[in-house]
């Protein structure tokens, strides 16, 4: 069965970007001139899925205007003849048939995937978590989906990460297939450096099976007392296998103020409009900086 729903657990109340998130939800900040949200969507679409369900909460109206029709944006541009902005309003609003539902309290991203039981129904299904933007040849869920393909089972998006920040991130201990294919044996939810099972850290992308609901039913609260993803996984490891990818591509974390910024810089470097006076001004602000030193 073809993947063809996602999940958007979008929640989450984004305290590490305070006070910008207080009155603005985290996954529409900026990047560039796109929220963070629109480069997942995009990348959704971009893999093949057709249906996604946003996981909101309180304070979350900004996300579904974004992805709403806007009829007063939508005249004033026809009016004053800006068909090109005009088209990127529309092209958003078209993109993809979307729902919400309410986590109506933050119990963990396990509780958010439980909220979509009824969206997904019997279908495999996939998770985007909005932090992290992928900037990739290949979309990094289009990389999964090629590993569900061909193993038919519930798949993992890995990346190394240095070992002195392992304990940011589940991990697994998993056996080589290939290259950039592993089959996962055990994981855990942010260990210790000297507890880490290896240096392949679950980023935030998954290819799921309904299997894991009656599981995340019975998942106790882990660490920081909410239902979490992984320890749901990794029980359903002990009876079904699952699969990682190391994708291809680069990740920025964005739900990280230093990461934020650097993703800035890194996509904006990408665009040929600000070849000139972006990279002339980078340059003068890296010599003044090594001129301090």
Not at 86 to 106: G, H, P, T, W
């Amino acid at each position: 069965m073809q993947v063809k729903k996602a999940i958007f657990p979008v929640a989450g109340l984004g305290t590490r970007f305070l006070p910008a998130t207080k009155s603005t939800p985290k996954e529409m900040l900026p990047l560039i001139d796109k929220p963070l949200v629109q480069y997942v969507v995009e990348e959704a679409v971009a893999s093949g899925i057709e249906q996604i369900l946003f996981v909101t909460g309180r304070s979350k109206r900004a996300i579904e205007d974004h992805f709403d029709i806007s009829f007063e944006l939508e005249s004033l541009l026809y009016e004053k003849g800006k068909d090109a902005e005009l088209s990127q309003v529309r092209e958003i609003a078209d993109m993809i048939n979307i729902f919400y539902v309410r986590q109506k309290q933050a119990l963990g991203l396990g509780h958010a995937i439980l909220c979509a039981k009824e969206f997904v129904g019997s279908e495999p299904f996939a998770v985007l978590l909005g932090d992290d933007i992928i900037d990739a040849e290949k979309p990094c869920l289009g990389q999964l989906l090629d590993v569900y393909r061909k193993y038919r089972g519930p798949v993992l998006a890995l990346e190394q990460v240095p070992m002195e920040n392992i304990s940011s991130y589940g991990c697994v201990r998993a056996n080589t297939i290939s290259d950039r294919v592993f089959e996962v044996v055990d994981m855990v939810e942010k260990p210790k450096r000297e507890d880490a099972p290896s240096d392949l850290a679950i980023i935030g992308r998954y290819i799921l099976t309904p299997d894991i609901f009656p599981v995340l039913e019975r998942q106790e609260p882990g660490k920081g007392g909410e239902i979490q993803l992984t320890d749901a996984i990794r029980k359903l490891a002990q009876d079904e296998a699952i699969y990682g990818c190391r994708f291809e591509g680069v990740r920025h974390d964005c739900g990280d103020k230093l990461g934020f910024l650097k993703a800035t810089v890194d996509m904006a470097l990408k665009r040929e409009e600000f070849n000139g006076d972006f990279v002339a001004f980078l340059r003068q602000r890296l010599g003044a900086c090594l001129a301090q030193e």
